[in-house]
Nanobody
């Protein structure tokens, strides 16, 4: 019944921007953290960013200063604003939800979206 619906992926040139959205539904999400992970072909899924219920955020080093995670609790929606995109950012991006603090470990997240493709051309 819990569903995470992602949108906003696409193809963009290096240096461009995209804004990903992920709307959660199916239960109440008070106290839940929301996060973004990504997976490139042949690579393991890696942490990108996460945000707590109250708005505290954490990022992987490679996206600091370029990506911004935010959320709208009234809409149960998390966003990832991606600026200054690089070809290395190309991956399928997944949103995920967990109760409690915004941890960096995929195994801690209970619910996952279907993924949205982000392709950055050089």
């Amino acid at each position: 019944q819990v569903q995470l619906v992602e949108s906003g992926g696409g193809l963009v040139q290096a240096g461009g921007s995209l804004r990903l959205s992920c709307a959660a539904s199916g239960r109440t999400f008070v106290g839940y953290a929301m996060g973004w992970f990504r997976q490139a072909p042949g690579k393991e899924r890696e942490f990108v960013a996460a945000i707590s219920w109250s708005g505290g955020s954490t990022y992987t080093d490679s996206v600091k200063g370029r990506f911004t995670i935010s959320r709208d609790n009234a809409k149960n929606t998390v966003y990832l604003q991606m600026n200054s995109l690089e070809p290395e950012d190309t991956a399928v991006y997944y949103c995920a939800v967990k109760f409690g603090p915004p941890l960096r470990y995929a195994r801690e997240y209970n619910y996952w979206g279907q993924g949205t493709q982000v392709t950055v051309s050089s």
